[in-house]
């Protein structure tokens, strides 16, 4: 019976082998290595984006609320994960850079600015979040609850911004190297998905909200939803149409392949399903499919880049894909091991810190 | 000051010198000032694991409470190495895209391996630790601060085999040509073992330990000197004093050792370490000294032909000097790294002298009495920082004009489309707000060390009546 066991094992061995794909590399599963990498990413970040989605969305919301209880409730709700849920980021970031060095420094130096801005927030934000409480007088936590509100919407559109940017693609040089203007980031469609990222993530945190508060502000925070839902609807619907419309690129990998259009399709049914769970105060499981609409979106997203990362707009066809763009097939077996036995372990300690501190906020001495 | 003369260089220079100069400008200030923070962490980390460990072992509520009130400052530096550790990410691909390109392979590998070990382990406890107190048991609390102190020992052997890396590359082979060359590799644990990561990361470690560990002292120094907290200060003390002393004498033979390997695989940089110009001739090892770079010679006090003793046992044993590398091929700021190496040196002495007569004290069993070492102890705090960014300055610059030693040129290794305009923008920005966060970090360790160990429910340290008083009349 045990041994039963180790089938997937060896069915995991034998199907490792050199990829036809991508010549030089190995593959696993019939996947060669670059694009297993690409999978990596894709799921760091969309684990980020899930996580550190609902405190900036949380975050962002803060000035609606009026009542300096609410606001500290709101404010702890995400106290002790925020911190955590950065760290996503960082390991996002690394698994870029690692695995597709040449994404990485093309699209860091391209979004030179808004990724400074984004910085700038981050370190604003976690200031916010400390300083409040330090002192009792109303202008100092006014002040910081701004900046806390404020960066948080920020960070939240300029990730959006970012993405906008990776999905319309830029000018590349023959060295694949952007050669563009510092204000390339600033278009209309980057504009867009800022906006839409924003209400996704407003969206979110407000659902992560009604789980975490009681009373008069749950029923503040339960307004508030039903009006991000339909803000983000409208983004949506709006994003699409254009994505449909205007951008050709995006559209025709999933044109090509009807079977991919199941991932948009099943997206718009998650959205859907939320404001059903809503009205039926179904909370728990109407964040779950927040969750869900993220992830898909994250992974239509993906799909309709892949096997480009970073289209060439300039029209000399110098995209970086994950096969010109990518560490050498050693580093990549290397880190998949990595992920392998690190993954797991990592999921783990999440899933611990989320049911320590599941249920409604109460505050206590070592609250923020 | 760095602003200033990140200004004063964009005149009369090409485009390409001002982003070079305002780029190392940015890194070194955004990397020195990261790096109050880390060392921090994982000393303060250490001491938080033997101070738990000892509550969990005597059972006794003391130092529960100071493992708490130490949490509180932890939570502190923690959050703000984070926030500041980001900068230090994105910055590879933002100013140092052609950097990023070459190492990624290496670097990158590296950098995921902190991602995915270090910090998922540390962010994934840090919420028990912090907020967790009153949720799980003590002893999965232990666990908790035991994993945020394993992982943040992780993120420094990975960020310091990147770092190693760099100095002496070793596992990789060069693929392609020109400005597409980049490394790959070909043997990972040859680049994780490479010949500086063991010795470089003990020096790193224990340099943290350090700073965790006077930070501590510092503190308790200052609650004995005004009479606060005794009992439990004292019990602080000591626990920080032992680390203290046990790590600044080990902290010689990880320095030695890292100064072996800097004259086996970094010549040049060991030369500008003393000051050595000849190209193989008897070199000097100096306490003090003032290197002149245009004449080429270095005067101060120190014992002749004690380097080569150092490393060969022979006052007469021939040194490789800065001579005997191309003139391109040597660090541009050999005074500095001159001094930095120097002032590294004697920190380290001090701290242990410092800590051997607070032991000696302690032994005799007067150390509580000796006032002028404890308000020495708590100045003291800003000595292992200081040590730590001076080694770093030296191992840095000491390093130029190489951003990979021997391979890849710091000049080449920059951003071909960002602008000097760029650079100057997000570094007033970083200067502004670096300036708050230290404001920031200072206002609330003030705050933190002010407050004190005790909560304004807590049955403290002052005398049993009081404490009686205290409850009968309804204030606990």
Redesign the interface.
């Known amino acids: 019976m045990k041994l039963l066991y180790l089938l997937p094992l060896a069915l995991l061995l034998t199907a490792c082998g050199e990829s036809d794909a991508a010549p030089g590399y190995s593959s696993l599963l019939g996947i060669d290595y670059p694009t297993l990498w690409f999978l990596v990413v894709g799921a760091v970040f969309t684990g980020y984006g899930i996580l550190d989605g609902f405190d900036l969305g949380a975050g962002a919301w803060h000035l609606f609320f009026r009542k300096e209880e609410s606001r500290r409730i709101a404010l702890n709700a995400v106290g002790p994960v925020w911190d955590g849920n950065e760290v996503w980021l960082v390991i996002g970031g690394g698994t870029l850079f690692a695995g597709f060095p040449v994404v990485y420094g093309t699209l860091f130096s391209a979004m030179y600015v808004p990724l400074m801005l984004f910085l700038f927030a981050l370190i604003f934000r976690a200031i916010s979040i400390e300083f409040r409480g330090k002192e009792p007088m109303q202008w100092w936590k006014n002040l910081w609850d701004v900046s806390y509100s404020v960066s948080s919407a920020l960070l939240a559109f300029l990730l959006g911004v970012v993405l906008g940017n990776v999905l319309l693609g830029m000018p590349l040089d023959d060295r694949l190297e952007f050669s563009g203007d510092w204000l390339n980031f600033i278009n209309p469609f980057a504009i867009l998905v800022g906006l839409t990222a924003l209400a996704l993530f407003m969206m979110h945190g407000a659902i992560y909200l009604t789980m975490k508060t009681e009373g008069r502000l749950f029923a503040k925070v339960n307004k508030l939803l039903q009006k991000s839902i339909i803000a983000f609807v409208l983004l949506f619907a709006i994003l699409t149409l254009y994505v449909l419309l205007y951008i050709p690129h995006l559209s025709d990998g999933l044109k090509e392949n009807p079977l991919l259009l199941g991932v948009p399709i099943l997206a718009i049914l998650a959205i859907a399903n939320i404001p059903r769970l809503v009205s039926k105060r179904k909370y728990l499981p109407a964040f779950v499919f927040s969750t869900i609409t993220v992830g898909l979106l994250l992974i239509t997203a993906a799909m309709e880049l892949y096997p480009v990362i970073i289209l060439d707009s300039s029209g000399a066809g110098n995209d970086i894909t994950v096969y010109n763009g990518v560490a050498s097939n050693k580093s990549l077996g290397i880190m998949l091991t990595f992920v392998a036995i690190g993954g797991p372990l990592a999921i783990g300690y999440t899933a611990f810190v989320y049911k320590t501190f599941w249920g409604k906020v109460r505050l206590d001495e070592h609250s923020y | 000051m760095f602003l200033a003369y990140g200004l004063l260089n964009l005149e009369g220079k090409s485009p390409e010198m001002d982003v070079e100069i305002l780029a190392r400008l940015q890194f070194a200030f955004t990397i020195s000032f990261h790096y109050i923070y880390p060392p921090l962490s994982i000393g303060l980390g250490l001491l938080m694991v033997i101070m738990e460990g000892l509550y969990l072992r005597t059972g006794q509520k003391v130092y529960e409470t100071m493992c708490r009130f130490w949490t509180r400052i932890f939570a ?1 530096t ?3 190495g ?6 230090m ?2 910055e ?10 070459y ?7 590296a ?7 270090a ?10 630790l ?7 048991s003590s002893r999965v609390h232990f666990i908790a601060t035991v ?1 945020v102190f394993l992982g943040s020992m992780f993120s420094a052997i990975w960020i310091t085999v990147a770092n190693s890396w760099q100095q002496t590359p070793a596992g990789y082979q060069i ?1 392609g040509e020109g ?2 060359a ?1 490394a ?3 043997d ?1 644990w040859a680049m994780v073992f490479n010949p500086s990561s063991v010795d470089r990361l003990t020096h790193v470690w224990i340099g943290a330990f350090l700073a965790g560990a006077f930070l501590v002292l510092s503190v308790h120094a200052y609650y004995l000197l005004r009479g606060r907290y005794v009992d439990l200060s004292r019990k602080a003390f000591k626990i920080a004093l032992m680390v203290a002393t046990v790590f600044s004498l080990s902290q010689l033979f990880t320095g030695h050792r890292s100064a072996e390997y800097v004259a086996e695989h970094q010549p040049a940089k060991l030369a500008a370490m003393e000051g050595h110009f000849d190209a193989s001739g008897p070199a000097d090892l100096y306490l003090v000294g003032w290197v002149d770079k245009e004449r080429q010679t270095t005067t101060g006090i120190g014992i002749p032909g004690g380097l080569g003793f150092m490393l060969e046992q022979d006052f007469d044993a021939p040194v490789t000097g800065l001579n005997a590398f191309p003139e391109e091929d040597r660090p541009g700021q050999i005074n500095a790294v001159f001094q930095f190496y120097h002032l590294m040196v004697a920190i380290g002495m001090i701290l242990i002298g410092l800590t051997l007569l607070a032991v000696f004290y302690w032994w005799r069993g007067r150390l509580f009495e000796q006032r002028w070492l404890l308000w020495a102890f708590v100045w003291a705090v800003v000595l292992p920082q200081m040590a730590n960014q001076f080694g770093w300055y030296t191992a840095e610059m000491g390093r130029q004009p190489w951003v990979v030693y021997g391979l890849l040129r710091t000049s080449d290794a920059l ?5 000097a305009n ?1 650079v100057l ?2 570094l007033i ?1 970083f200067t502004i ?1 670096y300036a ?2 230290l404001a ?1 970090f200072i ?2 360790l003030n ?1 933190k060390i002010k407050h004190g160990p005790y ?1 304004e ?1 807590d049955i403290d340290d002052r005398p049993l009546q009081e404490n009686i008083a205290r409850v009968a009349g309804g204030q606990l």
């Not at chain 2, 691909?93 to 950097?99: C, I, L």
């Not at chain 2, 950098?111 to 070990?117: H, K, P, T, V, Y």
Request: net charge negative; charged share 15%; glycine share 14%.
């Open positions: 502190l923690f959050g703000i984070v926030a500041t550790g980001i900068v990410e994105f590879f691909g933002t100013n140092w895209a052609t950097y990023s390109r190492v990624g392979d290496i670097f990158g590998s950098l995921a391996a902190e991602g995915i070990f910090f998922a382990l540390e962010s994934g406890f840090l919420g028990v912090l907020f967790g107190w009153n949720r799980v994993g693929v400005l597409d980049r790959e590799i070909v990972f951003s071909s489309v960002v602008t760029q923008f997000s920005g707000i708050i966060l920031l206002y609330l705050k909560d429910s």
